[in-house]
Nanobody, 116 residues
Framework: QVPVVESGGGLVQPGGSLRLSCAASGSTFGITFMGWYRQAPGKERELVARITRDGITNYVDSIKDRFTNSRDNAKNTVYLQMNSLKPEDTAVYYC??????????WGQGTQVTVSS
């Protein structure tokens, strides 16, 4: 697997914002999808957002119009801008990077806590 490093989690009040970043090491060649899952306590991991190399995005309904997924192909980096955060967004967020040959690599996970 290719190392993938996440950053940007933390504690925020309801209505606040956070920006997650995820950078993959190595060549840009062969990277297809990049995206984010999250796992809340006692729940299964769910796909939150993903983005193609051409910038086409998909989002789970619960975060549409609040979260924006973007990527910088030159830097092998994907971002998740999270606005209007709600307590139910509290989870560990995991980024992933799909490559044609190497398959999927995962970030280490970053905790996002939304609480007053």
């Amino acid at each position: 697997q290719v190392p993938v490093v996440e950053s940007g989690g933390g504690l925020v009040q309801p209505g606040g914002s956070l920006r997650l970043s995820c950078a993959a090491s190595g060549s840009t060649f062969g990277i297809t999808f990049m995206g984010w899952y999250r796992q809340a306590p006692g729940k299964e991991r769910e796909l939150v957002a993903r983005i193609t190399r051409d910038g086409i995005t998909n989002y789970v309904d619960s975060i549409k119009d609040r979260f924006t997924n973007s990527r910088d192909n030159a830097k092998n980096t994907v971002y998740l801008q999270m606005n209007s955060l709600k307590p139910e967004d509290t989870a560990v967020y995991y980024c992933y990077v799909d490559r044609l040959v190497a398959g999927r690599s995962w970030g280490q996970g970053t905790q996002v806590t939304v609480s007053s």
